[in-house]
Nanobody
Framework: QVQLVESGGGLVQAGGSLSLSCAAS????????MGWYRQAPGQRELVATI??????NYADSVKGRFTISRDNAKNTVYLQMNSLKPEDTAVYYC?????????WGQGTQVTVSS
């Protein structure tokens, strides 16, 4: 069983930055495709993904502002969020995909004030 634990959320002013982390248990983290989703009232969005080889994809709404990365030695995936906007306010969840199994973290709240 794989467990994912997010951290790093909080309150920030518009234009500011936050860095989220997602730590995974288990010894096969390097084989996972990892992703960050966010859930705002009435809206769920895939924010970014990173494959085991390091290929990344981003939602158009965050391109140029957010960066996803991973450190396989630390079993951790990161989301660096810059130039934050009030519309980035949401609960951010990381997930991991391996052999058709999808694992989710518990989520961390990000609030951007205007």
């Amino acid at each position: 069983q794989v467990q994912l634990v997010e951290s790093g959320g909080g309150l920030v002013q518009a234009g500011g930055s936050l860095s989220l982390s997602c730590a995974a248990s288990g010894r096969i983290f390097s084989l996972f495709t990892m992703g960050w989703y966010r859930q705002a009232p009435g809206q769920r969005e895939l924010v970014a993904t990173i494959t085991k080889s390091g290929s990344t994809n981003y939602a158009d709404s965050v391109k140029g502002r957010f960066t996803i990365s991973r450190d396989n030695a630390k079993n951790t995936v990161y989301l660096q969020m810059n130039s934050l906007k009030p519309e980035d306010t949401a609960v951010y969840y990381c997930n991991g995909l391996y052999e058709s199994r999808l694992y989710w973290g518990q989520g961390t709240q990000v609030t951007v004030s205007s």
